[in-house]
């Protein structure tokens, strides 16, 4: 059963979002608007930018849920996304308040789980290594990412669908042809 605590400080956060920017935001505020004490905060998250991330993790898994194979990727790409877009005050907040490390820290962590349930689904039957399917997860990764961040830094207005599109016709038969490449090149050193 999901904690009803966290998601009473979330929908908090997310109000107090819309009059004011997190790093003005303090913890009494948080509490005072969920009728909760300090120490109930603390049990659940060290500080506000733990629930920070804890928001953006759970938005981006409700989002992602069953979206982790070939045939999905680019439908979870487009949820995740909208989930950014749905919560555009709140991300561009977050974004203008926290470092940009963290940011790339969460978008990498959300958008890794969807590109290695790909490269894990194409690399059955496959002879290639552990390291070499997170390194395509990775390569990937970074990519993503970066297009993400330059749409969020432009203030979301380009049509994510457009972008989510783009990023499937430059994926479509890549990540195949990677896991093959690795392959490939396996066995030229075997020799």
Partial sequence: MPNKTKYDLEKALKELMQKKPLDKITISDLTEACSLSRMAFYYHFRDIYDLVEWICLEDASRALQGKKTYDTWQEGMLQIFEVVLENKSFILNVYHSISREQIENYLFRLVYDLLRGVVEEKSVGMNISEEEKRFIADFYKYGFVGIMLD???GGMKEDYRIIADRMGNTLQ????????NFQNH????VR
């Fill in 151 to 153: 749409w969020i830094k």
């Fill in 173 to 180: 038969g890549n990540v195949t042809n990677a896991i093959e």
């Fill in 186 to 189: 396996r066995k030229k050193d």
